[in-house]
C-alpha cells in the first residue's frame, strides 16, 4: 500500500502554513498553488478549488513581502528619522502611517539616530527591502548628500521632510521655519523685549537656518540692531541653552526676551532663569519651537510654534504617491511648505484675557484658533 502523504497540520495547529505545504499534500508544485491561488488561467477550476478550500481549512496567509521581493515592488515604504521620541517626528510618523494606510501601504520605520552613518545603513535596509519609495529627514551630523544618490540611480521615489537637502532638484514638506522665527520674534517685540538673543541651532541644517533668518527679519522690521553676541550656538540640548543663558545674564546689558529655535532649548533657558530669581515673562520672556507635550505643564507654559507634524506626515506621503504613480514619466520637483502658528502661554504674556490672547498683539494666533 502506497504511504499516505504528509498532511500539512491538524486543524488545531497554530504554525503558520506555507505554500510548500499546501503543495505537498496535494502533491503538485509550488507553481500550481500559487497560480491556483492567483486564478492563472493555466490551472484549471477543478484544481482552483482544491487549493481554496486547503488554503481555507489551514487559514494559509500569504507571505506578501516575499512575493514583493520577487516581484521588484512592493506595499512598503520606508521612512528614515533622527529619532523616536519627543513629540515632533512620532506625530509625524503618525500621519505617515495614516496617509500610508488609507493608500494601501504599510511602513518600515529607522531611525539614524542623528548619524550619518547610521542613515547611510537605514538606506541600504530599505532598499534591500525593495520598498516602493523613501521619506526621509536628515540626521543632524548629514553634511554630504551623496548617498542619496544610490536612491535616485535606482529610480526610487524620494521625499524629504522638516529637515530636508535644498535644491529646485529635491521633492520636499518642510514647515515655514522662516515664518515661524519671525512670528515668535515678532511677538517678543510686541510684548516689549528690545534685546532679544536667539539660542540657535547648528546652521547647516534648513530648520535652524530659516528659523534664525525669521529671528533677524523681525528685528530689521522693527528697526532694532542686530547684535550677534545675542546669538548662541548650540546642538539645542537643555542644558547648553541653560548655559548659554546664564552667560548671557552675566553680561553688562542681558537680553530680555529669548528665542529658542527648540523647546527644549526654552525649556533650559526657563529653567535658569528661575535658578537666578528671574520672573518669568516679566524680567525676561522666553519663547520656544516645536509645540512639545511639557511645554503646557511648565510653570509658566511656555509659548511655542506648533509645527503641524501630523499634516507633514500626510503632505509627505500624499507627494511620494504622486511620485510613485508618475512610474518614471517626468516629474516636476515639488516643495510644499506649510504654515506654522504660533501659540502664546504665559512665559511671554505679561497679561492675557480669559482666552488665552495676549492683549498686546491681537494681530497674532494663539492658543485654541483654527490655523488656515
Known amino acids: 500500500m502506497a504511504p499516505r502523504k504528509k498532511q500539512v497540520a491538524d486543524v488545531n495547529n497554530t504554525s503558520p502554513v506555507s505554500m510548500a505545504d499546501l503543495a505537498r499534500e496535494l502533491g503538485v508544485s509550488m507553481t500550481t498553488i500559487s497560480r491556483a491561488l492567483s486564478d492563472h488561467h493555466s490551472i484549471g477550476p477543478a484544481m482552483k478549488q482544491k487549493v481554496l478550500k486547503l488554503a481555507k481549512k489551514y487559514n494559509y496567509q500569504p507571505n506578501r513581502l516575499a512575493s514583493a ?3 521588484g515592488k512592493s506595499q512598503l515604504l520606508g521612512i528614515v528619522v533622527p529619532y523616536i521620541e519627543g ?20 511602513v518600515i520605520i529607522c531611525q539614524s539616530n542623528e548619524d550619518v552613518a547610521q ?8 532598499l534591500s527591502a525593495q520598498v516602493a519609495g523613501i521619506l526621509v529627514s536628515l ?5 554630504d548628500f551623496r548617498h542619496f544618490e ?8 524620494l521625499v524629504f521632510f522638516d529637515r530636508v537637502v535644498e535644491g529646485d532638484n529635491v521633492n520636499a514638506v518642510v514647515l515655514d521655519d522662516q515664518e515661524g522665527g519671525y512670528l515668535s520674534t515678532r511677538h517678543l517685540i510686541a510684548q516689549g523685549c528690545r534685546r532679544i538673543a536667539h539660542l540657535a541651532g547648528p546652521q547647516h541644517l534648513n530648520i535652524y537656518r530659516n528659523r534664525r533668518q525669521g529671528y533677524l527679519d523681525a528685528l530689521r522690521e522693527a528697526g532694532l540692531p542686530e547684535d550677534e553676541s545675542l546669538i548662541l550656538y548650540s546642538d539645542m540640548a537643555q542644558d547648553q541653552a541653560a548655559e548659554g543663558l546664564h552667560q548671557l545674564l552675566a553680561t553688562a546689558r542681558p537680553p530680555d526676551g529669548v528665542f529658542a529655535a527648540g523647546d527644549y532649548a526654552a525649556l533650559g533657558a526657563l529653567q535658569e532663569a528661575q535658578r537666578q530669581g528671574l520672573r518669568v515673562p516679566e524680567d525676561v520672556a522666553i519663547s520656544g ?14 509659548t511655542t510654534v506648533d509645527q503641524r507634524c501630523e499634516e507633514m ?3 509627505s506621503v500624499r507627494l ?12 516636476t520637483p515639488r516643495q510644499v511648505a506649510l504654515r506654522p502658528e504660533l501659540l502664546v502661554r504665559q512665559s511671554t504674556a505679561y497679561s492675557a484675557d480669559t482666552q488665552g490672547r495676549s492683549v498686546r498683539d491681537p494681530a497674532l494666533k494663539f492658543v485654541g484658533d483654527v490655523a488656515p
Open 320 to 331: 511620494l504617491l504622486d511620485l510613485i504613480e508618475a512610474d518614471g514619466r517626468p516629474f
Open 87 to 106: 513629540r515632533f517626528f512620532p506625530s509625524v510618523v503618525h500621519g505617515i502611517e495614516t496617509a500610508a494606510s488609507k493608500a494601501g501601504y504599510n
Open 313 to 315: 506626515g500626510q503632505a
Open 119 to 126: 542613515e547611510r545603513r537605514n538606506l541600504d535596509i530599505l
Open 139 to 143: 540626521s543632524r551630523t548629514t553634511r
Open 69 to 71: 521581493l520577487r516581484k
Open 150 to 157: 544610490k536612491v535616485r540611480g535606482r529610480g526610487l521615489p
Open 289 to 302: 519651537f516645536s509645540n512639545e507635550t511639557f511645554t503646557t505643564i511648565t510653570q509658566p507654559p511656555i
